[in-house]
């Protein structure tokens, strides 16, 4: 299968469904890893041009992690929106990707660049399969069906299917290390990393699904885009 | 009373509420049907202007079997988007029909066109009625209730209010074979057409409400617009 | 239609439906109120067979004024319970009142009584009509509907449906105003009486309805159980 | 696997589940199927008595198609508690069938049978694994999944997984046939049978899953009773 | 504390929570109200213009009374947006006001005005203490935290925490008065004034927090933004 | 204040409200410990009368750690039910503790003891301050607040309210140590022990709460029931 992640910031998808991807890449899908946003207010010493190279390092060395395809919209940190223009630039994205499975944030997240992603991802993915829709690239032969994955913190989200990913937690983590500027600037603005995030998270996650470890997910009910194969890894 | 159906698409009302709009007509009420896009990439091998064209005859023919007026807003297929500008055409479009009652799609449906065409019709309902809001039509005398009928498929849709469409059923159908281009390829594409879709959904609706055939809806819970009355038919 | 009415304690039906009563009772249709519990500690300084026979009175005097037939299930106060003899119990009362509609509180109010009665009626309404279930009485010829009123204070309740009271409103006080042992006990105990609580939450009710007063209701969802028309006044 | 199906009334799992335990029992898991009730008032023309033995023979015949094991377990139509003694009835069906997945009806269904039998597969699960807790059968080595399946007519009930029974449709519909007391006297009750019910109902939970016929479900979640796989066929 | 109410329309925060605000400035905290549009179609007889002017006054003049900063954002009225430059302007009032706790409007409210303007408020709480984010004026030290006040009329909203605003409840009123065109159009348009409104719901959601009179809230659930104190009045 | 909290077996308070017991005392508060259940079928090598012994001794001594009376109802393990002897039982524990506060556990949890335990208290609390109902204590003089604290896990469950437990997350795992017949057995049952779910629970529920550690609870919201205080720690 054809897996695609987007996130909305360049360390999102490795915190919130790495092991997932890490877990789809070993079984040998083609993942591709998309970010919306190119992260250039993360760090207050950093300078935006700069701080965007930077980010995108870090996403891509992630991504090669796993062998991960990546996709870098390039939208200013903070400043997505929803509108004809993104819609588009999300369909080109599916495209591009011509995904089975689309894994995104949830729409109730707490960021006005998570919800917009996941809302794009939303409009985007029927267009996607449109002959008619006439972009670059030509239409996919069939519509993905769409993932929610947890939210930051595990805040107001409730899991209906579950990844065990204890094997590929080391994975995991490794691919959030390599966002060095934004692990090292948040362990000194808060006193804890998004390793700390992850290893708690993918542990509570883990009580309800009977593991050591897990991510949590909510599929997107609607009109024949459902599935009853099991197509989470 | 003044009935007026926003659909997404020119067959989505048809499919959704058509029964109650047949209803609604038999017993006297003016019943408006507006349709917020054009569908024009509705056919993999018929160009846009020409689909658009044909579907606005077909559109057209369906209102005609109930003796409804059309609203042809002609936003192109699969490209609403919710602004200011659609915002002010929706307030055209209930300051021209003048409703008592909205029939609309449900915010929860599974298409960025239903969506969009919800949420215009739920911004649009108390602008109508502003006097000071100048158009070039009069601000309506009062606020119209909104009814969100049944999504596609009966997806992801809880009913709490019900119309036996029981005596209906075969008008309901006749007006879905007017949208031929559409219930011809989505058979081929799909294997089933229209017909089965609301012969099925209308059978489970029916089961819930304990009638043969029934269609579902919830109404908008908002300030003052609550009502006291039955005002489905 | 013949409407049934079961409440909790001898002043529940008054406070929480008591409007639609009067309506329906206006519209000549046979209302029924039943009670579950005998309210025999509703007062610290009156001796519980004392306070029962009070409140049966009471209680009658209130269903006086709108012609309701009444049935007094004699359960001591707070100590309901859900088990085989109490919904035989409610079976007998349905099958003494043949109800087309029955109201009756919703399943997630404050109290014990309220949520046992709802529970109760909940399973006794399709064994009424069961032929083999043999009891003194013989089985109805249908199910009825399940309307469930509002909570006390309007607490945790989102209606769906509404009733406008507003010409009956002061029948529903003088209702109220039966219940004198109650009425003026809730005064000293609380500094408000129980006419406050309904002229306070029929005028919000009526906020949402669009009408000076009203009573706010949810049906219950259940197969075959719902309804196409109108049943509420 | 062991599969366990516990249903309210002799002919609840056929409807409810009967593709999936057809597609269970073709993959070579052994399947049981448990009835809670005798289903003795299923007709008004049959002594009870006689009705309850003419059901175990049907629900016999009916699991005998895909041949699955059956356990009998004779409370009296209508009339099933929740108490101890019913707890402890079902842990030791629970200790019989040593299940790894349970199917069940939802907490949210229509007839207090099946929110009774609901409840007590949810408080047998994890009693039936507990060692020092004596019965006649040792405890279970492991505590099972619990699905909850569809509700009779797809009311109330959103599903978040899907079972394809597009292969299975004829026998489902063969193991209702089996129960030919009931499909015969609904057919002169209503006007329609359950095979109707079945055919419409997996139309449209298929038009969720996008497939031609499908069962939903949906999973008990609670603390380490997850799962990270699919257990469902 | 720094405290920021962000309105729909010059009347929206007194309505709904005039006595919070009242108890905060009472308390000595730094109260700031700021509101999204101009109310300037407000009134059938009075030009755009010249209403916005006298609303401002009335806002200013009900601000004064608790002796709060005013923002007067200054959009039109039915004709507020969710785009990037509103989402800016916002970004604008949080660091004028850097607040530690946000009132607003519910997502879920009636007017797309209210939804707006809650819709902004989120989106702007996480950017404003961005420090790469270059505005006029620099970032804030630290997220505020959003609490949702009740809708209009207690239409469909649930509250989780309560104000006791029993002894502010003239204070709250008085600030109504001030919006002497509002007060009184609405009395000839629909027989009752902005004060009634404010008694009933005051008193309904004071019989669930057991005080005389109260005003209802929820807190945005949202990642590092809880809080383990009681930060309410 | 007198702060009861009542869980289902004697470990159940410590892992989910531990810290929050901890703080009430620590501020002066009487806190009392109840536990339905004597546990006595927790562990598979101790006979369930050694051990309910040891597991008393084990809650006292958990107790004992902040200071807390304990009160020991003594019901078999898996065994709790609800009915009116249950119901008295825990109106004499309510009498007994004469709580302002009640900490319980939710009504959605895993296991048949602790949603037992929460109905019970549910039910038991508009009672325990009835006069006229006649127990060997005296009714108390007010309803007490039930907060519902987390399940077992954080499996389904949103908290609104949050405490900070930082500086107490030593004492409550020195509380959950006192129960070591039942960390020791899970450790070896399950690879890890309570005190790993309680640190990665507390950590979740913090980054919600922007605190290092935390628990979360919801208040039921009921009639008069309400509070416009924090009466959280």
Redesign the interface.
Known sequence: MNILAVGAHPDDLEILCGGTLALYAGQGHKVTMAVLTNG?????D?E?DE?AKIRKGEFEAAAAIIGAETIWMNVDD??S?V??DA?LHMVDVLRLANPDIILTHSPDD???DHCNTSQLV??AA??AC????KRELPSTPKQALIYYFD??????F???????ISNVIDTKKKMIYCHKSQVEYMKTA???GMD??V???A??RG??????Y?EGF??L??????????VLP
């Open positions: 250039n207010v993360g760090h207050p950093i935006p701080m903070e400043l929106v509108d004809l819609r707490y960021h006005v939303f409009e029927p267009l449109v002959y008619r829709l939210t930051l913190g595990a805040v107001n409730l899991p209906t299917e579950y990844v065990d808060t006193g804890f700390d995030v290893e708690n998270v542990r509570v009580f309800a699904a009977g593991v050591p897990a909510r599929r009910e609607a009109w024949y885009r459902g599935t009853a194969k099991r």
